[in-house]
């Protein structure tokens, strides 16, 4: 599996060497499809696939299996990067180690999803994808077989999901319900945090939510900010405004945070990419509308990985874009 980038844009900086800034960013590549996987030849009995994080350089019709519209994504334990696709309707599996990818498509065995938007890892392996149309999070095995669900009558849009695994909790944006939903990893609902509105621990849409040491965040979208939670569910932090500059939000959607605690969130209004400290302050932007690498078309998602790499789903590109945190305050 290849992560797909040009010479020119392989190990690209931000911010640019030529502002005198140092650098915290560098471009990996993307991922966008079978494009990340070409057979190369071993003796002559044998061939392999290898996984590249250069793509993008052939036709459609040299990679015909491609992402379409990304949502959100997570990196399992045995580092395969799970996407979620809405217009596929499916969870894109990019597995380097196997040097293949998988197309997970059943929500049920008799069921195929319907808008897959929110995942993340699950008990014992597992893996919890919230899907906004059917209304559940559905549980599926390593090997993307069904293995059950919860939240049918109690959930009403699910849209970002984030498990807590020292404490067994669920966390669940509930958009349409306008609060975010716990289960236990038996899938019973344990509590409701907030209702429509603006003030503290209030939310207008909630789309994604994210760990960070214990705090839970979430991306409250239509008041153009986000909320930090501790673990039951008192609102802490608030990061990011309403506003016209640079740092503020207009439409965020996507949320993480790295091991160092820096907060991204994804402002889609903006194609950019905002990252604050853990106390919520703004320290630089990435990307911008464009095509060209480093650069957005209405990102809807952002993950980090153990190895702090952030991955941000550039969902009208069709593409993950992958950076590396070069670490440092």
């Known amino acids: 599996m290849e992560l797909q980038a040009t010479a020119a844009d392989a190990d690209r900086l931000f911010p640019p060497p030529q502002t005198q800034e140092v650098p915290r960013y560098r471009y ?3 991922l966008v499809g079978e494009g990340n996987f070409r057979v190369v030849e071993g003796n002559r009995s044998t061939a392999r696939r290898l996984f590249a994080w250069i793509a993008g350089l052939g036709d459609e019709a040299d990679r015909p299996v491609v992402l379409q519209r990304p949502q959100a994504g997570m990196v399992d334990a045995a580092g395969r ?5 809405v217009s596929r309707n499916a969870v894109f599996v990019f597995d380097q180690a196997g040097g293949k990818l998988d197309v997970w498509d059943r929500a ?3 069921q195929p999803f319907a808008a897959p938007i929110g995942i993340a890892p699950g008990r014992d392996g597992q893996v919890l994808v919230a899907d906004a149309e059917l209304g559940r999070v559905f549980r599926l095995g390593a090997d993307g077989a069904p293995r059950g669900e919860f939240g049918a009558g109690v959930l009403q849009r699910p849209t970002g999901i984030a498990r807590d695994a020292a404490r067994g909790r669920v966390y669940v944006a509930d958009t349409y319900a306008h609060d975010v939903k716990v289960f236990d990893d038996d899938g019973q609902l344990v509590a409701t945090w907030g209702r429509r509105g603006e003030g503290p621990g209030e939310f207008n849409y909630p789309t994604h939510v994210a760990l960070s040491h214990g705090t839970v965040l ?3 979208s239509l008041n153009a900010r986000v ?3 501790d673990a039951q569910g008192r609102p802490t932090l608030q990061v990011g405004a309403r506003g016209r500059y640079v740092g503020n ?3 965020p959607k996507g949320v993480a945070a790295d091991d160092e605690g820096n907060i991204y969130v994804v402002e ?3 194609d950019s990419l905002l990252v604050y400290d853990r106390e919520g302050r703004f320290l630089m932007s990435l990307g911008g509308t464009g095509q060209e690498a480093g650069r957005f078309y209405l990102p809807a998602g952002v993950w980090i990985d153990a190895r702090n790499r952030v991955f941000v789903a550039d969902m009208f590109n069709g593409r993950i874009s992958v950076f590396q945190f070069l670490g440092g305050n």
């Open 227 to 229: 909320q930090a939670f």
């Open 81 to 85: 990067v799970l996407v979620t696709d």
């Open 268 to 270: 889609s209004m903006y």
């Open 28 to 30: 990996l590549g993307q």
């Open 218 to 220: 979430v991306c409250d």
């Open 108 to 110: 049920t065995r008799n």
């Open 249 to 251: 939000l207009v439409r």
